[in-house]
């Protein structure tokens, strides 16, 4: 049995509004897909209920703040215990600049997303996650040239 809860053509639309705009009152989200405001609202309370809806948040132009340099940081142990785990995702939790960690499958074992001003601040940032991190066997790093798309919208399965 799935976890992923049943959505029809309507909680779909719904989604797709909220993540365009998740500012927009219920009775708008609502007018746009059809629905009255009460019903909307059912479904919108319903989507939040079963985590489907996880949390709004405002999306921060990182430019506007000086945080123009995307980092994609690609980290190999030779470490996988537990208390290295634990003490690898400390670490990275400390860091503000790390706006995404990922454990991989593959060659590399973890991928982090940094934002960061230039290449000086994120060598700041690289100083700061060796020393809080113990036996990392690789540490390789890649800039962002251009964000030819950046989206939090999810697709609608197939």
């Known amino acids: 049995m799935s976890n992923v809860p049943q959505l ?11 993540q365009a705009d998740a500012s927009l ?3 708008e989200v609502g007018e746009r897909v059809g629905l009255s405001h009460n019903a909307c609202w059912r479904r919108i309370r319903r989507l939040e209920d079963s985590g489907v809806i ?3 948040v405002a999306l921060v ?3 506007k703040l000086g945080l123009a340099t995307t980092v ?13 785990l634990d003490a690898f995702r400390r670490g990275v939790e ?12 593959g060659d590399v074992d973890y991928l982090l997303k940094l934002a960061v ?3 000086a601040h994120y060598d700041r940032i ?14 390789s790093s890649s800039f962002s040239m251009e964000r030819l798309k950046a989206t939090t919208a999810l697709p609608r399965p197939a």
């Open 8 to 18: 029809d053509s309507i909680d779909w639309a719904i989604l797709r509004e909220v």
């Open 25 to 27: 009152p219920v009775h």
């Open 54 to 56: 996880a949390r709004r």
């Open 61 to 63: 132009d990182p430019e």
């Open 72 to 84: 994609f940081v690609a980290i190999r142990t030779n470490r996988h215990d537990p208390g290295w």
């Open 94 to 105: 400390t860091i503000e600049e790390i706006v995404e960690c990922h454990r991989m499958a």
């Open 117 to 119: 001003r230039d290449i």
């Open 126 to 139: 690289y100083r700061k996650l060796i020393a809080a991190v113990p036996d990392l066997a690789d540490v």
